[in-house]
């Protein structure tokens, strides 16, 4: 059973890491300025967009300094918590129960 768990968390990790990186690739897209209207981009931004809109919600919109956004820095901020911080903790936290 410690195997399982062990198992889950390690995908956790992985999913945190991977979502990492879609964030990433959107924001270096945004930046670029290719086709907005790409399927690619449209799936990237369907992905993106919901947690980074409440992040922007509970701030006020008071990350936005001269059109330059600052929400997917706080976003992959918490996503590396989450990865580094949380996840490992629990391992180790349901690993020794």
Same mark, same amino acid.
Not at 9 to 35: E, K, P
Not at 43 to 65: A, C, G, H, T, W
């Given at each position: 059973?410690?195997?399982?768990?062990?198992?889950?968390?390690?995908?956790?990790?992985?999913?945190?890491?991977?979502?990492?990186?879609?964030?990433?690739?959107?924001?270096?897209?945004?930046?670029?300025? #290719? $086709?907005?209207?790409?399927?690619?981009? =449209? /799936? !990237?931004?369907? +992905?993106?967009?919901?947690?980074?809109?409440?992040?922007?919600?509970?701030?006020?919109?008071?990350?936005?300094? #001269? $059109?330059?956004?600052?929400?997917?820095? =706080? /976003? !992959?901020?918490? +996503?590396?918590?989450?990865?580094?911080?949380?996840?490992?903790?629990?391992?180790?936290?349901?690993?020794?129960?």
């Amino acid at each position: 059973m410690i195997a399982l768990k062990d198992f889950v968390i390690h995908m956790l990790i992985y999913a945190v890491s991977a979502y990492s990186w879609i964030v990433i690739i959107y924001c270096f897209a945004g930046f670029l300025g #290719q $086709n907005r209207h790409a399927k690619w981009y =449209v /799936f !990237l931004q369907e +992905l993106v967009d919901p947690p980074m809109s409440r992040i922007r919600r509970l701030s006020k919109n008071r990350l936005i300094y #001269q $059109n330059f956004d600052l929400t997917p820095i =706080v /976003f !992959l901020v918490l +996503l590396y918590l989450i990865e580094e911080k949380l996840l490992p903790l629990l391992l180790h936290t349901w690993g020794s129960a």
